[in-house]
């Protein structure tokens, strides 16, 4: 004798089942754009990577544009993951930036991504390409710059730095986090103490 199958438990099953290959398929798609950037990625590339169809993949996704806006929200929240997130826990200020610095080198070391920084690799293509890839792009690069910027205030609040400029210099540690990035990939092997020196000196004033 057949179970009976509740109908909302098949489309539940389904739904887990779409939303693993979705993942799937972004987890690729982070990889190549970091590699590669998100003007290279297509369907037929994604779906011959990850054994789908590309029939498949285009129904998840319907145009390119949709695939990249959902490329770079996929890679926001593998970075969230990996550097935001571990230091929630950590007090404000001079220790969260340390800790930050110290998440990121990890994220840019280990790599993350294939291609290393998805940010540093994607922004520049887009910089000049009005659209909503642009828009996500900038949308991640915006938040990221308030981040460092609110501790950076919590900091100077607190007495733990000289006053300065909090957005400026927000843009300073990521300049030099993305020029990072590039040595990295270089293979510069003495990167990760330039890093931890420009932040002491920073922080120092």
């Not at 739904?15 to 799937?24: D, N, P, V």
């Not at 000049?128 to 828009?135: K, L």
């Amino acid at each position: 004798m057949y179970s009976v199958v509740d109908e909302a438990e098949i489309t539940d099953r389904r739904l887990l089942r779409g939303a693993r290959t979705r993942q799937i398929v972004l987890r690729r798609a982070v990889d190549l754009a970091s590699l590669e950037g998100l003007v290279g990625l297509s369907f037929g590339r994604l779906a011959s990577d990850t054994g789908l169809s590309k029939a498949g993949v285009q129904t998840m996704f319907k145009t390119k544009e949709i695939l990249q806006v959902a490329t770079v929200d996929h890679a926001r929240e593998m970075f969230i993951d990996a550097v935001i997130n571990p230091i929630r826990s950590t007090g404000h200020g001079v220790p969260r930036l340390r800790a930050m610095v110290d998440r990121w080198i990890v994220y840019a070391e280990t790599p993350l991504f294939e291609g290393g920084c998805f940010r540093a690799a994607n922004l520049a293509d887009y910089d000049s390409r009005p659209g909503p890839v642009r828009d996500a792009l900038f949308r991640d690069r915006d938040e990221w710059l308030a981040f460092i910027a609110g501790e950076v205030r919590h900091a100077v609040v607190a007495g733990e730095i000289p006053d300065t400029d909090p957005d400026l210099t927000a843009f300073v540690v990521d300049a030099v986090l993305c020029a990072a990035n590039t040595a990295l990939r270089a293979g510069d092997p003495e990167v990760t103490d330039k890093i931890r020196r420009f932040v002491d000196a920073t922080l120092a004033g």
